[in-house]
């Protein structure tokens, strides 16, 4: 848990630290079988399959990126594909990139997500 001077409180962004709880929940409502896995070639199904095993190391990731306000690079890295719009399929302007994110990114991010959502904003 991180200190914080009880005096800046209301001029600082504070996100609360992810629970194994969180985490997992995040996890099951991101289980998406037909969804391509990204650089670490670890699918969502795969992390929901062995989630009672992996949950804690992954809510060790978010905090310490929350913590740090660091995302670890290789978890940045990804897969970009091309995919088809419409027309002719032999011209490259016909198609865009999509970009395809680890699995353990996307929670992250879900995360920070969540947590966002749930600052008392006050202007």
């Not at 920070?112 to 904003?121: K, S, T, V």
Request: charged share 25%.
């Amino acid at each position: 848990m991180v200190n914080i001077p009880a005096n800046t409180i209301q001029n600082s962004l504070y996100l609360s630290e992810a629970t194994d709880e969180v985490v997992s929940e995040i996890i099951k409502k991101r289980k998406d079988s037909k969804k391509s896995p990204g650089f670490d070639q670890i699918r969502m199904n795969d992390l929901v399959a062995m989630i009672d095993h992996n949950v804690s190391l992954i809510t060790q990731i978010e905090n310490n990126s929350l913590n740090t306000s660091v995302i670890p690079k290789q978890l940045k890295f990804s897969v970009v594909r091309p995919i088809f719009k419409s027309g002719d399929a032999k011209r490259c302007n016909n198609y865009r990139p999509v970009a395809i994110l680890c699995s353990i990114d996307k929670v992250i991010e879900d995360f920070f997500i969540i947590a966002h959502a749930q600052l008392p904003w006050k202007f």
